[in-house]
């Protein structure tokens, strides 16, 4: 019964082509964001809502602008090392990946003012990269209870096999409004991965025979971007205020590849294309309160309004012997267009000036990802929402991070910063149904916290000219599957997924 919910509500709010408007697990993809900015913020875990007089704090609390004491342009490269580590069944895979990037450029203008209670405006541009979606991890197991053929039976039950079959000029069930969303189902069906059994009802290529051998791999690439606009003051150098508009791209590329091998050396593949991109847009607002060595701040961020469109391709092949092998693949050129609202965040901060030798400060940023929402292009929103709100709750991130200067000109500093999961546990452990994302069945979940470590080195050469270095190790864990588990019995076991980066960036700064 839900299947069929879930297919009149994609229904209703679809236009032409739907192959996927994306997952409750692909807004979570879409919506979090990683540590970023300079290397001076990400060396003290990001922690500079209440410190301001960085370009970083575009994103965070543009009240920070008013801090600023002079004009200032700055630019940040970082390399990456990201790791993946899996174990699935008992196999172990591991994956390793380099990386180079420009993460951060950005140009902050002074302009004081003659008289009153404003002391100075701030003018301010950056370029952030807020996430790096270059990730690859491989999975490899000697036995599954059940085969991806049988997952893609129970997604097709009740679905009559007319409505699954090509009449060239006259149906073509991936295009037709009530297989809307089913195109796993039409792609297995056309490719033999499911056979009819009678009475609307399906049973996978393997049959009876249990998969002896299964594996996965899964390549990303692209980022998430932001270009922000920012405006500050400063009144009695007690009270700053800031706002800033930023302007997001949206880059991801995905690649996966399925595998499957029974005892008679029957094979099942599975491999997927999708690349997702658009533009979205967001406002920030901020006050900073300075108390003399202590400084409070607020800012509130609301959600990212994107326009996306997603590419995509996929082929499946159903492998008996040389001489019979069944490949299909869904059709050419095809894309959907589709709107996302990312949740809004609140980000409260505090920080300790010990004179002109030392400084401590804390973020704590709340976000609640109930309120992450996809919508056609009329504005409707899709069933998916409902999955959203019962499988996600509020995320908590804590940045802490200090510097202390040696001498004037030299600079050691360190953070933490870490993140709870929004995920439920059900979720998580996919005691609820995850739905397909068209074609694409794999998907991975984040339980546990992500944690950074960070520490850092800074030295001005002059006064106006300085050097910042930062490493930033983060560390996650959850699980991977190759598809799904369904309330009608089929059983994916997960793999565990581990994930570890170590990061150095390298910033440059000019002061005028």
Request: charged fraction near 15%; aromatic fraction near 14%.
């Amino acid at each position: 019964m839900k299947k069929i919910v879930f297919l009149t509500g994609i229904l209703l709010a679809c236009n032409s082509v739907v192959f996927s408007q994306g997952t409750e697990i692909d807004a979570y993809t879409m919506s979090n964001t990683e540590l970023s900015g300079t290397a001076r913020s990400m060396a003290m875990g990001g922690a500079f809502g209440a410190l301001g007089g960085d370009i970083s704090i575009l994103s965070i609390n543009p009240a920070g602008l008013g801090i600023y004491r002079s004009s200032e342009l700055t630019g940040t490269v970082g390399f990456s090392n990201i790791g993946s580590s899996t174990s699935w069944l008992g196999t172990e895979k591991d994956v390793n990946k380099n990386n180079f990037s420009l993460d951060n450029l950005g140009f902050e203008l002074y302009l004081p003012t003659s008289s009153g209670s404003i002391m100075n405006w701030n003018l301010a541009f950056s370029y952030n990269r807020v996430k790096n979606f270059n990730r690859e991890y491989k999975m490899e197991n000697r036995g599954m209870p059940n085969s991806i053929g049988d997952y893609v039976a129970s997604l097709a039950q009740g679905i009559p096999e007319k409505d699954l079959i090509y009449t060239e000029g006259v149906y073509d069930p991936y295009f037709a409004a009530n297989m809307a969303g089913n195109w796993l189902s039409i792609l297995g069906y056309e490719s033999y991965m499911i056979n009819p059994a009678g009475n609307n009802s399906y049973t996978g290529f393997f049959d009876n025979y249990r998969p002896t051998e299964g594996y996965l791999r899964v390549t990303e690439h692209g980022e998430i971007s932001e270009m922000n606009f920012g405006i500050g003051t400063n009144i009695n150098n007690l009270l700053f205020l800031g706002a800033s508009v930023s302007v997001t791209q949206m880059d991801y590329r995905l690649n996966s590849a399925y595998e499957e091998y029974n005892e008679l050396d029957h094979h099942i593949y599975l491999d997927n294309w999708l690349n997702t991109e658009g533009d979205g847009y967001s406002f920030t607002l901020g006050a900073i309160l300075n108390l003399q060595m202590i400084r409070l701040g607020a800012a509130y961020s609301t959600p990212k309004w994107f326009q996306l469109t997603d590419y995509y391709d996929a082929r499946a092949e159903t492998y008996l012997t040389d001489d019979d092998v069944e490949t299909r693949y869904t059709p050419e050129n095809t894309y959907t267009d589709y709107k996302f609202h990312t949740p809004g965040k609140w980000t409260f901060s505090g920080a300790v000036i010990i004179g002109q030798s030392a400084l401590l400060s804390a973020d704590y940023e709340m976000t609640n990802y109930k309120n992450m929402k996809y919508f056609n292009t009329d504005g409707g929103e899709y069933y998916t929402n409902r999955d959203i709100e019962a499988d996600f709750g509020v995320a908590h991130t804590l940045r802490l991070g200090g510097e202390l200067k040696i001498i004037p000109q030299f600079a050691i500093r360190a953070g933490y910063a870490m993140q709870t999961s929004p995920m439920r546990t059900e979720l998580a452990n996919n005691d609820v149904e995850v739905w397909p994302a068209g074609t694409i069945a794999h998907f991975s979940t984040t339980e546990n916290t992500t944690n950074y470590i960070t520490a850092g080195l800074g030295y001005r050469f002059t006064p106006n000219f300085s050097m910042d270095l930062a490493c930033i190790y983060k560390t996650n864990e959850g699980k991977a599957y190759a598809f799904s588990s369904t309330p009608d019995g089929v059983i994916s076991e997960p793999a565990t997924l581990k994930n570890n980066s170590t990061r150095l960036a390298l910033t440059l700064g000019y002061k005028f």
